[in-house]
């Protein structure tokens, strides 16, 4: 047939046309080809390249609407968008990035997730064109701006942008730590500050943040926020209990007992006994513990995160104590 796609010895080069025969993701052309036709379901390439048109003359036109209503279930227009994506200058890409994390923040609000289908996708070309560095000072005003609104996108903006394949070195990965942790300690202050920040579809928000989702799981790490975070934790606890005492069980569980089974469904599939572990617990709390274990031992409600955690805290406040589980006051 004398396709490219299936001559073996073809020698392929950096100028391969978007569009070419040889691609197969997230559009297999060829198969386009074969059918001489494409299913009326079927998004065309050339919505995608005038919505990118649109956007880049005159920031109109349903491009942003789209990637914002990309999802897991239906994300074959973010797919082919940034199969495109090329179409976009360095800084498009960031002017697209943050005002997709604005319209994220606004909708979602606490839920707010680093992981939407779209942002992925900007994550992904961003880290492939920028130079490293270039953008240290947007991308921390980013996460920064995000710690009043949502842990879990501040937690996960972090983890992705600043990772492995992130857009900056250590030293600015660094310095944005630090930017972090300095307004969570200014605008997180009571148990209302930090109810309003949480997500109870991800109670673990506030290990990742301490331990930077697992980075630095050290003792240090946890004894850094005792001036600052039991007394919000308790508070909140004992205000929200649904919402907080999920949280606490998860951030005193060990290392073990936050295993769970692949899949998203509730309540999850826990692969371990549960277990505290209780050199952390020290290090963050000290001579609040009690406080904070008896939260977990007088849990009344059916949350399974929480649930899991009664017994652990009840064994231990008995060696402690030699007695009952003290009531919260």
């Known amino acids: 047939m004398d396709i ?21 993701e997230p559009v297999d ?4 080809i074969v059918a001489e036709e494409l299913s009326p379901s079927e998004l065309r390439d050339q919505a995608v ?3 990118i048109d649109l956007w880049k003359a005159a920031r109109t036109g349903p491009l942003l609407d789209r990637l914002f209503q990309s999802s897991e279930a239906d994300d074959e227009y973010a797919r082919v968008w940034e199969h495109f994506s090329d179409r976009h200058t360095d800084p498009e890409l960031i002017e697209l990035t943050e005002t997709l994390v604005a319209r994220i923040k606004e909708h979602d609000g606490s839920a707010a997730a ?13 880290n492939r064109r920028l130079r490293q560095n270039e953008y240290a000072d947007w991308l921390r005003a980013l996460i920064v701006g995000a710690v009043p ?3 879990h996108l501040a ?11 992130g857009i900056v070195g250590d030293d600015a990965k660094a310095t944005i730590r630090r930017s972090i942790v300095d307004t969570v300690r200014a605008t997180i202050r009571t148990g209302d500050d930090l109810a309003r920040v949480l997500s109870s579809e991800h109670p673990y928000l506030i290990g990742r943040l301490i331990t930077q989702t697992g980075a630095d799981p050290s003792l240090a790490a946890f004894e850094a926020w005792r001036g600052h975070l039991p007394p919000l ?3 909140g606890a004992k205000k929200y209990p649904e919402l907080l005492i999920p949280e606490l069980a ?10 769970v089974a692949a899949g998203r469904e509730y309540p999850p599939k826990f692969i371990n006994r549960y277990g505290i572990d209780r050199a952390r617990m020290t290090a963050l709390f000290g001579d609040r513990l009690d406080e904070a274990l008896a939260l977990l031992a007088n849990y009344g409600g059916d949350n399974a995160y929480a649930v899991r955690a009664i017994e652990a805290a009840r064994t231990w406040i008995d060696e402690r104590r030699g007695g009952a589980p003290p009531t919260v006051t």
Request: proline share 1%; with cysteine; hydrophobic share 30%.
């Open 4 to 24: 490219e796609q299936l001559t073996k010895d073809t020698i392929r080069t950096g100028s391969d046309s978007p569009q070419g025969v040889q691609v197969s």
């Open 29 to 32: 052309y060829f198969r386009r």
């Open 49 to 51: 390249l005038r919505d």
């Open 114 to 126: 680093a992981d939407h289908r779209a942002l992925i996708g900007l994550w992904r070309r961003c």
């Open 149 to 151: 609104v949502s842990l």
């Open 155 to 165: 937690n996960g903006l972090f983890y992705y942008w600043t990772g492995q394949y």
């Open 233 to 235: 934790l308790i508070d």
């Open 250 to 259: 998860n951030l005193a569980g060990d290392e073990q007992s936050g295993i």
